[in-house]
């Protein structure tokens, strides 16, 4: 079943404060003031990460494989995507299969210039103020790196905190274990929270735990383009066309 968001929400004022770093402040607020919680997935939802990000990390990973396991390029590739496909990330299936130091993998690919050509997003600047509660980011990447795309995006200042993998403890989405360990983080229930995603597998498990979510869909990011029957449109300028389902 689908159903439509209000589309006013009501202004927000986060009060915890930006924390790329250490575990995320609580936010006990909800029993107080019943709002929803939003959780964002950073990559391919709140900016194009196919554009401007994934090609420089994937270069990144191939580069790390290469020197790491001694693979040639095209063995690299085939690793990262057959990981990723089995595991849900390629880190997931070098911990497991090789051992592989998670920070010294994570920070190989992400370096501080690699979100140096995400632009500003006028659309999203407008839309995450509006939100009727709080805006964690939940990504499978560094904080570091997530800090980095938020202020290119001109938007760091309206998140409530990052949640990545090293707080997920380097099982990331969509391992259950990653959304437990952020909702007892935050102290909130998984009903109350709203998840959006562009990748149905990590919205099938935050379905599963009971939280609502949206999927962003990944090609319709485009400036005017309007949601079909169903569907919503979430925030205006770019057009983050989502569906939200229960
Ligand atoms: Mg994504």
């Not at 051992?99 to 407008?126: C, K, Y």
């Not at 485009?222 to 919503?232: A, D, F, L, N």
Request: charged share 25%.
């Amino acid at each position: 079943m689908r159903r439509t968001v209000p589309g006013r929400a009501r202004a927000f004022r986060r009060r915890a404060p930006f924390r790329p770093r250490g575990p995320l402040a609580p936010y006990p607020g909800w029993r107080r003031r019943p709002v929803p919680v939003f959780l964002l997935d950073l990559d391919n939802t709140l900016y194009d990460a196919s554009t401007h990000c994934f090609p420089g990390m994937h270069r990144h990973i191939h580069g790390f494989l290469m020197a790491e396991l001694g693979l040639d390029l095209r063995e690299a590739q085939e690793m990262r995507e057959r990981y990723w496909r089995r595991y849900g990330t390629t880190l997931a299936g070098l911990m497991r299969h090789h051992r592989t130091d998670p920070v010294r993998f994570l920070e190989a690919i992400h370096p501080p210039g690699l979100a140096d050509s995400v632009p500003p997003d006028p659309g999203l600047q407008e839309w995450l103020p509006r939100l009727p509660g709080p805006a964690y980011v939940f990504t499978n990447s560094l904080a570091s790196h997530a800090a980095r795309v938020l202020e290119r995006l001109g938007v760091a200042g309206e998140i409530a905190g990052i949640f990545d993998m090293v707080h997920a403890g380097y099982g990331g989405k969509p391992d259950p274990q990653a959304y437990r360990r952020l909702l007892r983080q935050l102290r909130v229930p998984a009903w109350r929270c709203i998840f959006f995603d562009d990748s149905r597998a990590n919205l099938r498990t935050a379905r599963w735990l009971g939280m609502q979510t949206v999927w962003v869909h990944p090609r319709r990011r485009r400036r005017g383009q309007v949601g079909s029957p169903g569907e919503w449109r979430y925030r205006s300028g770019e057009g983050l066309n989502c569906s939200l389902e229960t």
